[in-house]
C-alpha cells in the first residue's frame, strides 16, 4: 500500500482544512487507517482512527468535537476535515495503514505511512 496525503496549507485560526490521503492497492479497503501530527521538536502524536468499514472512529481528546475522519473505500481515499482550528494544530500531518485488526492510537502498530502535508494555523 502506498498512501499519499495532500490538502494541507496556511490558514487563519477559526478556519477549516479537508486532508487527503489517496492510497494505491486494492486492499485499501480492509484496513484500519490513522492520522498522525508532529510538530517541531515534538513528538508524532496521534489525531484521529477509523475501521475499516468506516462505522467507528476515535479521536484524540485535543480535536475531539473539531476533527472528523472518514474513508471513502471506493475511491481508496481517506479524509481529515478539520474545522474550528487552532495555531497549536501546526504540524505535519501523516496518514497512515495498519494492517493489524482494529484502530489503535500508537503509531508503532501501523505499517504504511504517507509522506505527510503540512499544515500552518496563524494567530
Known amino acids: 500500500v502506498q498512501l499519499q496525503a495532500s490538502g494541507g496549507g496556511l490558514v487563519q485560526a477559526g478556519g477549516s482544512l479537508r486532508l487527503s490521503c489517496a492510497a494505491s492497492g486494492r486492499t485499501f479497503s480492509s484496513y484500519p487507517m490513522g492520522w498522525f501530527r508532529q510538530a517541531p521538536g515534538k513528538e508524532r502524536e496521534f489525531v484521529a482512527a477509523?475501521?475499516?468499514?468506516?462505522?467507528?472512529?476515535y479521536y484524540a481528546d485535543g480535536v475531539k468535537g473539531r476533527f472528523t475522519i472518514s474513508r471513502d473505500n471506493a475511491k481508496n481515499t481517506l479524509y481529515l476535515q478539520m474545522n474550528s482550528l487552532k495555531p497549536e494544530d501546526t504540524a505535519v500531518y501523516y496518514c497512515?495503514?495498519?494492517?493489524?485488526?482494529?484502530?489503535?492510537?500508537?503509531?508503532?502498530?501501523?505499517?504504511?505511512w504517507g509522506q505527510g502535508t503540512q499544515v500552518t494555523v496563524s494567530s
Open positions: 497512515a495503514a495498519r494492517t493489524g485488526r482494529g484502530m489503535n492510537i500508537r503509531a508503532d502498530t501501523y505499517d504504511y
Open positions: 477509523i475501521s475499516w468499514t468506516g462505522e467507528n472512529t
